[in-house]
């Protein structure tokens, strides 16, 4: 009895044979779903994960560093303005501060307040919402209001800047500013800046690739840089890495006309993206950047945007300094991309994942011919041997 059942059980599982048993059938309707279904996954697969997602392919991003190089001049002659004069800005008076890191500032409008030194003056009268006073017991003295221009001396005086209001004395970088935009609200100080360019250099590194790219291409030389503008339909000039400020702000797709035009008045932020999209199984000279521009700006309240910096000198042994409230235009550069290679591992594996999918065709089929179509009876006797 042992004996027998030993050989039972070996026969059932060891001396055993499987093998598929295949059914045909023909039929319109089922053939085109099959093969539609299998044309499907290929297309994918090839059009898809191989052709358009590069899946033949592994990718690095960049690695990179950006310095820029601002140029152009500003004459502004405006004689029965004290604070502006007749006077030429160069880079070096409208650039603050010289060097950021990929950043850089352009100023548009100034308020500028000369001459000032540390003594005894009036309050701003902007500033009457805390300083106003009708008598000297109202400002007491040693009081540091963190919104004011100075201390308090303990005094109320007239206020030569508006009829009628007394407002207290303080000690501080006097004269205090008097805020308001030299030609008046909505008016631009600086009509050139439109023109004004910058250098941009970009260095980037697929250090897995062992690649060096810069967006000055070797094909540029001197004379070239020195005369061109970008411009993103031309050939080559999509290419100069020397950009128009106004061109900057044009292609920056700004919500409305009216933002745009904002924007030099009251200051803004701008994005600068340079990006390299780069495939290494051609030259790498075809590696080239893309430059794309968005106005950051979008118009509300708080819109635009300034800061005030000072420049300090000594006359007659007296610490003096000239007050400037900066209105102007914030540029960023960011640098995105990668870099990307055949690659046996990365081939062989969207491939196989890729073949992996056709069973779906025969998983789908299988149960429209078992469970949908009129003779799945037929079909599932056929398939299934009990
Ligand atoms: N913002 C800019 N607009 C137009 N041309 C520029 C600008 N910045 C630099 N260039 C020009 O690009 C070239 C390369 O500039 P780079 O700063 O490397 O050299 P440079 O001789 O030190 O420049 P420069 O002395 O003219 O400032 C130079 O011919 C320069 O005049």
């Known amino acids: 009895?042992?004996?027998?059942?030993?050989?039972?059980?070996?026969?059932?599982?060891?001396?055993?044979?499987?093998?598929?048993?295949?059914?045909?059938?023909?039929s319109y309707k089922i053939g085109l779903i099959y093969r539609g279904i299998q044309m499907l996954i290929v297309t994918y697969v090839i059009g898809w994960v191989m052709l358009r997602e590069k899946g033949y392919q592994s990718f690095?991003?960049?690695?990179?560093?950006?310095?820029?190089?601002?140029?152009?001049?500003?004459?502004?002659?405006?004689?029965?303005?004290?604070?502006?004069?007749?006077?030429?800005?160069?880079?070096?008076?409208?650039?603050?501060?010289?060097?950021?890191?990929?950043?850089?500032?352009?100023?548009t409008?100034?308020?500028?307040?000369?001459?000032?030194?540390?003594?005894?003056?009036?309050?701003?009268?902007?500033n009457k919402w805390h300083a106003k006073c009708s008598s000297d017991s109202d400002c007491i003295k040693g009081h540091v209001h963190g919104l004011g221009w100075g201390v308090r001396t303990g005094r109320c005086l007239n206020s030569t800047r508006e009829e009628g209001l007394r407002i207290c004395e303080i000690y501080g970088w006097c004269p205090t500013e008097q805020d308001v935009l030299p030609l008046g609200?909505?008016?631009?100080?600086?009509?050139?800046?439109?023109?004004?360019?910058?250098?941009?250099?970009?260095?980037?590194?697929?250090?897995?690739?062992?690649?060096?790219?810069?967006?000055?291409?070797?094909?540029?030389?001197?004379?070239?840089?020195?005369?061109?503008?970008?411009?993103?339909?031309?050939?080559?000039?999509?290419?100069?890495?020397?950009?128009?400020?106004?061109?900057?702000?044009?292609?920056?797709?700004?919500?409305?006309?009216?933002?745009?035009?904002?924007?030099?008045?009251?200051?803004?932020?701008?994005?600068?993206?340079?990006?390299?999209?780069?495939?290494?199984?051609?030259?790498?000279?075809?590696?080239?950047?893309?430059?794309?521009?968005?106005?950051?700006?979008d118009g509300h309240v708080g819109r635009g945007w300034n800061f005030r910096h000072a420049y300090h000198y000594v006359e007659d042994g007296v610490h003096r300094r000239t007050l400037v409230k900066a209105y102007g235009i914030q540029f960023f550069i960011s640098v995105t991309g990668r870099g990307g290679k055949f690659d046996v591992l990365n081939f062989t594996m969207n491939l196989g994942s890729g073949l992996a999918l056709l069973t779906l065709a025969t998983v789908l089929c299988d149960i429209i011919v078992l469970n949908i179509m009129r003779k799945r009876k037929k079909y599932r006797q056929a398939k299934i041997d009990k």
């Open 1 to 26: 009895v042992m004996a027998s059942s030993v050989k039972k059980f070996l026969s059932a599982t060891l001396f055993e044979y499987e093998t598929q048993k295949v059914i045909a059938i023909s």
């Open 60 to 107: 690095e991003t960049v690695v990179s560093g950006v310095t820029t190089k601002l140029k152009g001049l500003e004459y502004t002659n405006f004689t029965e303005i004290p604070s502006i004069g007749d006077r030429i800005w160069d880079v070096a008076d409208w650039a603050v501060p010289p060097q950021m890191n990929s950043a850089f500032f352009v100023t």
């Open 109 to 126: 409008n100034v308020v500028i307040t000369k001459n000032q030194s540390q003594t005894t003056c009036e309050e701003d009268k902007d």
């Open 185 to 297: 609200e909505g008016k631009i100080l600086m009509t050139r800046v439109q023109n004004f360019t910058v250098l941009i250099k970009n260095s980037v590194e697929f250090p897995k690739f062992g690649v060096k790219r810069r967006n000055i291409l070797s094909n540029m030389g001197k004379n070239y840089l020195r005369g061109c503008n970008y411009r993103p339909d031309h050939e080559m000039d999509k290419y100069c890495p020397i950009f128009r400020l106004g061109d900057i702000i044009k292609y920056g797709q700004a919500i409305s006309p009216e933002t745009a035009k904002q924007v030099w008045i009251t200051g803004g932020m701008v994005a600068i993206d340079i990006h390299w999209e780069c495939n290494f199984d051609y030259d790498e000279e075809e590696c080239k950047p893309d430059y794309k521009f968005r106005n950051l700006e």
